[in-house]
């Protein structure tokens, strides 16, 4: 089962907004609303901040949303904070032997 | 509160055996699918396998089929992982995590996982 793809790093500075996207296939992102994002900061276990493409858990800042279209998914960060340099992941469900995949990743970088 | 505690890393000889525990608290653990994921230094995150909450239905990555065993015991709030026929690409660190999902005409589809452990850390090497 192949990856999904997300740019390997973006940046923004404080107070901006950025966009990272996750592209699937019809098979995963393209075809169910099961898509997820993960933050990780160096170090550190991974933590969900989206669920079923926009659905924040509880404790996440509202400044974290989600969305698709087609076989891309999205994680908008709006009001760029220090705090928010980190490694983010999406993952999907798919519809293969293999029922999860993840991205490869996107480093962002607070300037 | 919601924890997931993982032990069981160390270093091993290629062809060498690890097992890897993960002790759940703060929930009913025997409600929930539970996950095994691994990142290796410096990439990214790879899921390897998850059970469902009876135990009765598990997947794998291709890479571990054959050579990984995911299980757990609900009388020790506790998953395991089974490593065999370790190889240097197996070099990571583990994380155990809680799986939610649907049920949608009888068939169960992951949409996140909402707790991680802190991790543990297998390397493989001579």
């Known amino acids: 089962q192949s990856a999904l793809t997300q740019p390997a790093s973006v940046s923004g500075s404080p107070g901006q907004s950025i966009t990272i996207s996750c592209s699937g296939t019809s098979s995963d992102v393209g075809d169910y609303n099961y898509v997820s994002w993960y933050q990780q900061h160096p170090g550190k276990a991974p933590k969900l901040m989206i669920y079923?493409?926009?659905n924040r858990p509880s404790g996440v800042s509202n400044r974290f949303s989600g969305s698709k279209s087609g076989n891309t998914a999205s994680l908008t960060i709006s009001g760029l904070q220090a705090e928010d340099e980190a490694d983010y992941y999406c993952s999907s469900y798919t519809r293969s032997s293999t029922p999860v995949v993840f991205g490869g990743g996107t480093k962002l970088t607070v300037l | 509160q919601v924890q997931l505690v993982e032990s069981g890393g160390g270093l091993v000889k290629p062809g060498g055996s690890l097992r890897l525990s993960c002790a759940a608290s703060g929930f009913t653990f025997s409600d929930y699918y539970m996950s095994w994921i691994r990142q290796a230094p410096g990439r990214g995150l790879e899921w390897v396998s998850y059970?469902?909450?009876?135990?009765?239905?598990?997947y794998y990555t291709d890479s571990v089929k054959g050579r990984f065993t995911i299980s757990r015991d609900s009388a020790k709030n506790s998953l395991y992982l089974q490593m065999n026929s370790l190889r240097a690409e197996d070099t990571a660190v583990y994380y155990c995590?809680?799986?939610?999902?649907?049920?949608?005409?009888?068939?169960?589809?992951?949409?996140?996982?909402?707790?991680w452990g802190q991790g543990t850390t297998v390397t493989v090497s001579s």
């Open positions: 079923e493409v926009s």
């Open positions: 995590a809680r799986v939610r999902g649907t049920v949608t005409n009888h068939y169960y589809y992951y949409y996140a996982m909402d707790v």
């Open positions: 059970i469902s909450s009876s135990g009765s239905t598990i």
